[in-house]
């Protein structure tokens, strides 16, 4: 959450570059302003927030996908929108004593990126992209297909080494180097006994013996 709040605040600010993040549960989407035909930014992004991530002795998983993302609350019932200019508040609403909690964003982008991870059966602390795209990334981003799914890659987020990855350490303070997200990776290995196959899928992809 941190990593994101630096990144739409002190680089991606501006109109054209700004990012709209939404957390769902124990994760974020992160969204683009516009359409992105290049990749790269986004692979970066996702690069730097695992990195960043590591630094607290924990590991994330990601997806990068495509789709809409849009505003829905105006298709909210009449009823809740009025519960919510009645009770000031945007994002939940009053239940008697209780509370009903609002999430006024949804689409596709959202489901193509859970499906997109969910569909790989590789465990761990990994990085997924669709393999068509792929081809819209860098080479400075190392992947590798699925075995048993060429149409999906994993992304090597502990040596992908980009000029966006620099910028977002060096403006945003997002990020740490390759060395030390390797050593996260032992570290976290060793102090929490991962299942054997979260930490084979987890090597495996990012490279490391």
Known sequence: MEGIYRLGTRLYKD??????AHQFGDGFIIVADFHEPRLDRCAAIAVALMRHISHA???ARAAIAEGEFADISGLWPKVIQEAIARDGSDDCVSLGSGLMTLLPVMGTALIAANKLDARNPVKGSILTIATSDSVRISPSFPRR???GDACLSVLDWV?????????????AG?????VDAARAIRDYIDAEEPPPAWIAGTLDSSNLS
């Open 159 to 171: 040596h992908a080494e980009h000029r966006y990855i620099d910028l977002i350490w060096s403006r």
């Open 145 to 147: 297909t699925i075995d």
């Open 15 to 20: 109109d054209g570059d700004r990012l709209f």
């Open 57 to 59: 002795g924990c590991l």
């Open 174 to 178: 997002v990020g740490r180097s390759p």
